[in-house]
């Protein structure tokens, strides 16, 4: 189960002709695929477009009443390699993924498809995650689009134009035999809003009808001289196809074309940006009445020559806002007015900035200086947004008003209650014995260990790959071993043959963590092959150390509790120093929490109401006997384990707190006794509806202790003044 | 023909601009049922709205922003063409930041969220402190007021209270509190009863939400109102770090035994007669911490050994005198079993913890203490020849070794644990004749002997030397590590003496000290030094 439920959204899907649908853009997508009879649809999570796979996830009897098939596939080569149905029957697909990162798994597959073609649509939603929030390296999903030939849609952030793009989409890929990728970026597919739905579609052609009558066109196949054919196919057949279908549905837009000699050609994607811009500029209104003409690329590849050529015919310059880089559509663009001989100046990365996301900001002032060079008359000097203004200029919003160190950064770190901290708790606790070693991390929520307090870690080289970024490090000689990290959902997309496998096959003996919280967490909370939970539509319950010793490890140990950070170290330590030749693998077990409090906390409330007995843990700090040193946070970071005003009048430090949001995971105090910190933690055991025993005991407690108590105090009499 | 008619270059009359919302705030905080609880309540009141974020692992714990963005419809017309609406803030164009802790309005100006021409600036004064905040060896604290200042003087309204305590005594979340403040703030052309209506409409903790939320509505209200300068007493702290109580000062020094209890009246007097005023409120804690600790006579002890010093102090305000008062009591003080036992079963300590944990009446509460004590800390206890013969037995450190190892978790609420917890409190008069005593009373005798020897040559550097007490704190292992890096700062005390700036060079050195556990920054320091 996802850590959201999408109960609700699901409705919408249902939703026929003419009713309005309202939500987040990624679900409108999911909209859109039905509305354009999909017959099957795979993935892999990841923000921006976990979303997708889950709201599909807990649709399961739409998709059965639909014929639509789903798939949580493996990873995102499995999920490209699924648009293999498309190619000999008229089936729609769809896959989407997280991109580059996903896009980088999938291209191998993804450009065999697009060698041979395909016969029915097949659509790929990259999640383009690129700009503030973006957890990868910025780079663009634009270059697969290229190398492959596949085309790439951008299309306004809009949730009428991202629906109406799914069915082009779907039309393009069928009217040219080519793969079409539809690149969403991060804030569309979180972006509010509504469009009008219409009823979904039952695939015309249904996966049974294939499997029963099973096809094979050889010249699909991408093996000489199939394969030289195909590149020429592309060329001769599908672009220009391709081109047709773009113009002839005016997929791209003019705007204003012929008003002013200039002009601006613009990603759809930004439109909303640009738009804005203008608008600040004095030059549109929020309806996107632009005064300066506009070619929007909803279609960023291929670039429709005849179409850039008309829209430069007759003006002076124009300017092409195109995020991120290389800063391929320039390129492109300088090819073809230089071939066609056209003289209209092109600005682009020369007036905006090179790398980097297209902010508001960063538009703005490009447009500014774009206008100010050839078109000064209609820029009102006077009425210019802050925005523009030099930063050192008191009007500007980056006017220093507040001194730099006020304000320090606040990387995501682990959750409260998180059970992978105590796993890098009792990693710096048998490194403080044992010194420091190597440390290859991976991606996950376990990468957080790289930040304060833990430090842990020295690269991440990609998904499942943790073992492998440290396979070089296999000196027979060494006196040290290395360790890698992996998360349970990195393990099961790669993981167990790209590392696991490698290690054991090339002797490595290093040791890695498998950090298994039961979920696919950093995506969302998705289910997984070694997920405990029973999964009504999954098989799950493989455990992971049963799949190493399959692959041939002989030292293999599952922690099934990661809060026992005594226990945790000790096995560090033992997996670091042991005679034991080859891989090392601890499996590292707890439930992300996450997940379980979505579960556990209205379970508790219920029983609570019920009158049934419930026991609430939760932790605090005796301010009395905290001296202020804050050395259990620097091996903790809990976010509900934080500092606050020390009482005691004499000393200055602040002291740590436990705040009202702690869950009572009970780490404080695991690693007060592992680190043997100090005495100041203590847990509170609430009991709800306590029974008749508990009652009685608390009976006899009240008055002993209340007895002995008053000799305590004996120890403060004559020295408060009373 | 396309079907994607976005219904462009259609002129519409009267446009205006859209109203613009940011709000930061962290992940898990509630910023995104915010956002959407805006977006509904111009929704529903005749406005196109959109709301955006970036989700996903960046979201976890770090800081996120919501952007909504608002405008108006043009009549009940069903077809009118939807606006273009923005997806992200353009700094210097936001008419509400919402900030959901204090530096994170820090943050919103930075970013441009939150200028003077333009916004109303709603911030929570609570903190939620960052990292290296939290993780200082000492403190580390960002000062709120300089947060506060530089908020005042970046927005056109600046909107501030603890919408997150208002929110926790309401039993809910501090969106509920946030969303209170900008009805209030009425930046949005929406009543409060609209937004009200809003949360009523959703599903969970509907009474605890609008309870949230009309505090939060009124206690907006009320920071906006025209502040009256108080001119009679202490004007009410803005910020949560408290310092010592003005009026407790004073009384410390015109009448200090108003302060203790009849067994301190000597020494209180002694206070008034012998010492300068700004030490006398340090020393009136000082002596009923000693006292407390041991006896009347430690009390008389900790006088001694701080007039030694107040004697020859020749510095500004007596800060010298100040300090050796404060460091020398709470190093009489060290924390030992006998001290932690006595705190940990007091009734005050019970009633808090009580409090603490927001139980009702009918609900049972139970305390479970983690507890790992060393073989030095058992040993530090027992009188001297004792401990130093259990110390090097080997059966006996086995014999801890396997009782404590995996730390001991003691109910102190249960009979047994209370006990144990009893006892080791009572023990108190043993102390004198322990171990640990004799060796600490040396350490503070040879550190104030520095100190005294100092005043009168270089009374800066005898400052400094006293403030290196700050190093000695904590238990274990950060108690050991503490002692180290001060026992290596006196020992290059010699060295230093010699140099043109000695006092600077303990200062560096104390600093260098508190920036990291292994001591690497001290001993690099030292390296640096020599």
Redesign the interface.
Known sequence: MAERSFANEVQELRLGAGAEFRGEGILAVTKGLLQSGVAYVGGYQ???I?HLMDVLGDASEILAELDVYFENSASEATAAAMLAASVHYPLRGAVTFKSTVGTNVASDALANLASGGVLGGALIIVGE?YG????IMQERSHAFAMKSQMWLLD????L??IV??V??GFELSEASSTPVMLEL????C????SFIAKDNKRPSFTLREAIENPQRDSSRVVLPPASFIHEQEKIKDRWPAAVRFIQE???N?F??EKREKVGIILQGGL???V??AL??LGLS??????EIPLYVL?VTYPIIDQEVLRFCDGKDAVLLIEEGQPDYIEQNLNTVLRRAGDLTLLHGKDLLPVAGEY???AV?KGINAFLQKYLPARVNLDNL???VLDDNDP????AP???????????????TGCPERPIFAALKLAERELGPHIVSADIG?HL?SI???FNIGATTMGYGLGSASGSAFNAKDADKRTIAFMGDGGFWHNGLTSGVGNAVFNENDQLLVVVDNAYSA???GQDLLSSRAENPSRSTNHPIERAVRGIGVKWARTMTDTFKV?EMRDLFKEALTTQEKGPKVIVAQSECTLNRERREKPARAKKIKEGKRVVRE?Y?V?P??C?????C??IS?C?S?????N?D??????IAVVL?TCVGCGL???N????????S????????N?SWW??S??W??HR???W??K???K???????? | ????????????PG????ITMAILA???EGGGVLA?WV?EVAERNGYF?????????????????YYVEM?RKIGDDPNQ?????????????VDIAVASEL?ES??A??R??C???RTTLIASTNR????????????G???SQ??ID?AK??AKRFIRADFNKLA?DNGSVISACLFGAIAAARVMPFSREQCEEVIRSGGKGIEASLAAFDAGFNAALAAERPVVEVTIGARPPET???G?DPAAVERAIKDPS???????TDCALRIKSAFPEQAR??LV??I??T??YQDVEYAEQLLNRVARISRVDSTQDSKLTVEAA?YT??WMTY?DTI??A??????V??DR?RA????TE???????????P?IEEITDTLPTKLGRLLLGSKLFQWLVFKIT???I?IQ????WG??VL?VL??L?PLRRRSLRFGIEQSRIDHWLGRVADLAVTNPELAYQVCLCQ?LI??????HAN?LRNFEAIMDYLPIAIKASDPASIIKELRSAALAD?SGGALTLALERSK
């Open positions: 990841g923000a921006p976990s995650d503030e929030g973006s957890s299309p306004r952030p809009n009428t134009a109406d793009f069915e082009k970026r991060l804030r569309a979180h972006l509010h809003g549905n005016e997929l837009e705007i204003a439109f909303n940006t738009n804005r608008e600040l209104d929020p309806y996107g009445n632009s909803n902010t508001p900001a703005t947004p802050t925005v009007r500007s919003p980056f008003r507040i001194s730099p160190e006020l304000v320090q950064s606040r990387p995501p770190g682990f959750c929520c957080f930040n304060a307090p950093a995506t969302g005594a939760l605090g005796d009395e006997t001296t202020g040193d804050h050395s946070i620097r970071g976010p384990l934080t500092i606050g005003p009482p009048p004499l000393r200055q430090d602040p009202e404080c105090g695991e007060a006794h592992a680190a043997a910190l100090c005495p933690f203590y847990r509170t055991e609430v009991i709800y306590p508990d009652k005991k608390l006899v407690r002993y202790i209340g002995l108590q000799g305590i105090e120890q403060r009499l004559g020295i408060d003044a009373v | 023909m396309t079907t994607v008619d976005l219904k462009v270059n259609t002129p519409i446009v205006t601009r859209p962290m992940g898990g959407d977006v709205a959109q709301n955006t974020s970036v989700a996903g692992v960046a979201q976890r714990t770090g800081t996120t922003v405008l063409p939807e606006p273009i609406l923005s997806t992200m803030p353009t700094p210097g164009e530096m820090g943050r100006i930075q441009g969220f200028t003077p021409d939620v402190y960052s990292m290296p905040e939290r993780t200082a060896m000492g403190d604290r960002i000062e300089g947060l530089a003087q970046s926790l949560e770090d408290l010592p108003s302060l203790v209890g009849p067994k301190l409120y340090v804690e000082g009923k911490r006292a407390e404060r009591a709470l924390e001290r932690v006595f705190h940990k079963t007091r009734k300590r019970f913890v603490e944990s927001r139980a009918g609900e049972m509460v139970q305390v479970r203490e983690f507890l790992h060393q190892h995996k730390g978790k102190t609420s249960s009979v209370f006990t009893y409190a009572r108190r700050q704190k904590g238990y274990g292992d950060t503490g556990e």
